[in-house]
């Protein structure tokens, strides 16, 4: 097991330089698989860091905003190409870390690799308006303009991915950065920025400090200097980041909580569907905020599939991520176990019925981690607390319905929209759901994860802002719209005033 002594300690990075806390206080990383193993000491920073770094990151905006788009774009080209080399070592850094498979964090950087190609591409287009004026000899279009320094606030369950969703098209539009990584996931975002670098990225174009969310978090949302704010995590600090934002005008995107339903119809490829259903409720041990965490069946397959979904969660194999043979690593952290075994006490209590796991994993060889059982409740009523509160867990609660109307009310009733799922043959009844779900992200035949980069992420209600990650919609976070009109008519034209008689 590592000590103190052969384990490395990353300071800030500040300006292209490393920079250690002020306070001389330090956090560690541990692998959540095995507490015993020390991953890395990070800084425990606070504003007086946040300052510096957003400083520097105002100070690299008056070039990198004016280096053209397509150079930037080459930067992110040899970014991405430089990821998929560093892929393997990168991978087992954040399994370690984080605890997921080690195929899905091979998963996790491939998102990321694909966002550096996809955003490389729209350095060559970035596309505005041009449009005819009203006015004869008047030339008018509308162009992007970068924002200025974004701050980038980072979940710990997809470490590279997310923050590549923030980093990528902010870069290709010409912004500056200052990244707050996860307390949990900080080596993740260090080998990110690292490829960063080495492909091109100037000093003071992406800063990171690390830290503790009301120490680092708050004064990055509150410094002037910054002019947006990228948040992925909880619908409480999420309301609390826009409150922030709102009151100082910064830009404010939010990617929140799910309560994602995969709905299945009695005319389903019940083999596809159950499937789908374990690698959407347990793949990340059920912590992505798309994960399945509602499985609403119609009454005709209601019992077989839950005795079906049962016995093949329980041949789910947990345990440290690094080992190939296992299918379900940890929970990220004590207290996040400790929230989700109060989930399932409270489904319990409130008359679910538990048909499998609810436990900790603490054989022996386990007792070092945070291992859960892969859990579901049967006989969940929608109102539950179960059945409507984020759990980011390997918790699932299957809802009986009776028809595709009724699975797509209960789909609905519940405050956050972000993904949701349809198992049928029917194409009628396939579009009535992708027309009728109350969410960011439909899936048909498929379970609720799994969205690729370049289509919209991001979800309804509680939810989010109304912002989308991915796709090109996400430039319209990162940029300002500026509107041109050129007079060649050498004359005073007054729009709307001088109209033909
Ligand atoms: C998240 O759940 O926090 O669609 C992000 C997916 C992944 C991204 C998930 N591509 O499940």
Known sequence: MSTTSDVKTYSNFINGEWVAAASGQTCENRNPADTRELIGIFQRSGAAEVNLAVEAAHAAFATWSKVPAPRRAEILMKA??????????FAH?????MGKVLKETRGDIQEAIDCGN???????????VTTPSELPNKFTMATRNPVGVVAMICPWNFPMAIPSWKIFPALVAGNTCVIKPAEYTPLSVYNFVSVLTEAGVPAGVVNIVTGHGSEV????MAHPLVRAVSFTGSSEVGCIIGENCARSFKRCSLELGGKNPMIVLDDA???LALEGALWGAFGTTGQRCTATSRIILQKGIYKKFIDELVMRSKLLRLGNGLDPKVDVGPVVSKSQMETILGYIELGKGEGSRLVTGGNPFDRAD??????IEPTVFGDVEPQMRVAQEEIFGPVVSCIPCDSLEDGIQIANNVKYGLSSSLYTKDVNRAFAAIRDLD???TYINAPTIGAEVHLPFGGVKQTGNGHREGGVGALDFYTEWKAVYVDYSDKLQKAQIDRPE
């Open 80 to 89: 991405a190409a430089l990821l998929e080399q560093r892929k393997e070592a």
């Open 93 to 97: 850094d954040m399994t370690r870390e």
């Open 118 to 128: 996809f955003f490389a591409g729209e350095g060559r287009r970035m596309y505005g």
């Open 217 to 220: 978090g708050s004064p990055l």
């Open 269 to 271: 490829n019940l083999e």
């Open 366 to 371: 386990y007792k070092h981690g945070f291992f």
């Open 439 to 441: 969410a960011g992200i």
